[in-house]
């Protein structure tokens, strides 16, 4: 087995943060379906009246937009960014499941 050279590894992150995945010169479409996460939940929290169905959603719209800076930043290869963006994203979204879960 090859070892990743951190080029290789950059690419991958960013292929991966795209769907489909694909190794994009851009941003725009590296959040993961969180968007369409947030606007699934939005709509029907907004149906339903489930105010943290609509809160959840919010916080997976900016967890999408941090993962569009992660791909930024991986296609940078930058190690400091792609750390604290990391740390962001796993806060945003615990979060937001946690919302989630305090429904059941």
């Given at each position: 087995m090859r070892a990743w050279d951190d080029k290789n590894c950059f690419e991958?992150?960013?292929t991966y943060t795209t769907?489909?995945?694909l190794l994009s010169e851009?941003?725009?479409k590296s959040h993961r379906m969180r968007f369409w996460q947030a606007n699934v939940l939005e709509n029907l929290g907004n149906k339903y009246i489930v105010i943290n169905w609509?809160?959840?959603s919010k916080l997976f719209r900016r967890s999408g937009r941090k993962i569009m800076d992660?791909?930024?930043s991986a296609l940078k290869q930058d190690?400091?960014?792609i750390s604290s963006t990391l740390?962001?994203?796993a806060?945003?979204?615990e979060r937001a499941r946690k919302m989630l879960k305090d429904m059941e």
């Open positions: 991958h992150m960013t769907t489909p995945p851009t941003s725009e609509t809160e959840a992660l791909s930024k190690n400091q960014e740390r962001e994203v806060d945003i979204e």
